[in-house]
């Protein structure tokens, strides 16, 4: 069974603080994703990353940096936290046949709250 | 950059009616995704398409993808209270290879 694991289910930190989302996946998946889930927006994602150390920014990546330095993990960092990146954080990851991703398969979520 | 729209936002039906939600992409497609996502839970993967008007059908559940490669569609059949949930389009192409853009989901409410 494939897995992606997320550090936390619940999060809540302070405006400012420095805030590190972790996500590891098991199956030697090529290709990770960091999305957000805001109600009536979807998943927007933030960061896309298809190898180690190759990320490239997704719709949103304001406020936001990302690490790969092992394929297995792919980290989200809020550099300052504010109120506003207070939502669902969804890690997936994917593997690459050489012309295209397959299915994606999601964390179960970090609920970040930032006061 | 890539923009996949998906309508419409909120679809309820009566248990036994049918149901389709709408996917369009800004770009054309090297493939489409569709996903579920339960109350409470994290998006599934449903199937994915390649081909130009390629059709595949799940049960009581019938996707399309476009000719052009732009659009997509999932309908579902004599809707059943399992099928609650927020149904995704995925949309992978452009020039990243392997990126996948969502659309803003349909939330489809099935009344017993």
């Known amino acids: 069974d494939v897995k992606v694991t997320q550090s936390s289910r619940y999060l809540v930190k302070r405006t400012g603080e420095k805030v590190f989302l972790e996500c590891v996946q098991d199956?030697?998946?090529?290709?990770m994703f960091w999305y957000r889930q805001d109600p009536g927006l979807g998943l927007r994602l933030i960061y896309f990353?298809?190898?180690?150390?190759?990320?490239e920014k997704g719709d949103i990546p304001e406020g936001y940096s990302v690490s790969r330095e092992k394929k297995e993990r792919f980290s989200l960092i809020l550099e300052s936290a504010s109120t506003n990146q207070t939502s669902m954080y969804l890690c997936?990851?994917?593997?690459?046949?050489?012309?295209?991703?397959?299915?994606?398969?999601f964390g179960q979520g970090t609920r970040l709250t930032v006061v | 950059g890539q923009q996949v729209m998906q309508i419409p936002q909120y679809q309820h039906v009566q248990e036994g009616e049918d149901f389709t939600t709408y996917c369009n992409s800004s770009?054309?497609?090297?493939?489409i995704q569709w996903y579920k996502q339960r109350p409470g839970g994290h998006p599934v993967f449903l199937i994915q398409?390649?081909?130009?008007?390629e059709v595949k059908k799940q049960k009581r559940l019938t996707f399309q993808f476009g000719e052009a490669k732009k659009n997509s569609s999932l309908h579902i059949t004599a809707t059943q209270t399992t099928d609650v949930g927020t149904y995704f389009c995925?949309?992978?192409?452009?020039?990243?290879?392997?990126?996948?853009?969502f659309g803003q989901g349909t939330i489809l409410t099935v009344h017993p």
């Open positions: 199956m030697d998946h090529e290709n």
């Open positions: 770009t054309t497609l090297s493939n």
């Open positions: 997936a990851s994917s593997s690459w046949t050489g012309w295209l991703g397959t299915e994606a398969f």
């Open positions: 995925a949309g992978e192409g452009g020039t990243s290879y392997g990126k996948l853009t």
């Open positions: 990353s298809y190898d180690v150390k190759m990320k």
């Open positions: 398409l390649v081909k130009s008007g």
